[in-house]
């Protein structure tokens, strides 16, 4: 791998690093683009390169997966979880969360409280992973 290759895929794990410890941000590419000290055109066309989605698709990706955690082991409220991973509305959410897991928050709360199958937590994360 040259060098100018591994400097781009360090910038874009810069990014991406950044997208995962601050999801409930409002980040978007402009913001993400500085991180990588690139332009925004540039950035978007390299992470989605990089890393198979764009950055937008991968933020949203990663606010679900915290929210099916909170669903899962928590009893806050759908609308609390919504914002506390980052999004704005209710109705986008629940669409993307739809989009993202192939239900809605509500039903995907329902199914894990009624499914007790003592299979462990990290078979079942796995398992239950979105792919999208």
């Known amino acids: 791998m040259s060098r100018a290759a591994e400097e781009t895929n360090r910038r874009m794990l810069r990014a991406r690093d950044a997208m ?3 999801y409930a941000q409002p980040l ?3 913001a993400l683009a500085r991180i990588a000290h690139v332009s925004e055109a540039h950035f978007t066309r390299t992470f989605r390169a990089t ?3 764009t950055p937008h ?3 949203q990706r990663r606010r679900v997966e915290r929210a099916m955690f ?3 082991e928590t009893d806050r409220s759908v609308t609390d979880i919504c914002f506390q991973v980052g999004f704005g509305s209710p109705g986008t959410f629940s669409r993307t969360f739809r989009d993202i897991v192939g239900r809605s928050p509500r039903t995907y709360r329902k199914e894990k409280e009624t499914a007790s ?3 462990p937590t990290c078979f079942t994360m796995a398992w239950t992973r ?3």
């Open 51 to 53: 890393f198979g989605e």
């Open 70 to 72: 909170l669903l899962r």
């Open 57 to 59: 698709r991968y933020l």
């Open 28 to 30: 978007d590419v402009p």
């Open 117 to 119: 199958t003592g299979v």
């Open 130 to 132: 979105p792919t999208d």
């Open 20 to 22: 995962d410890r601050a």
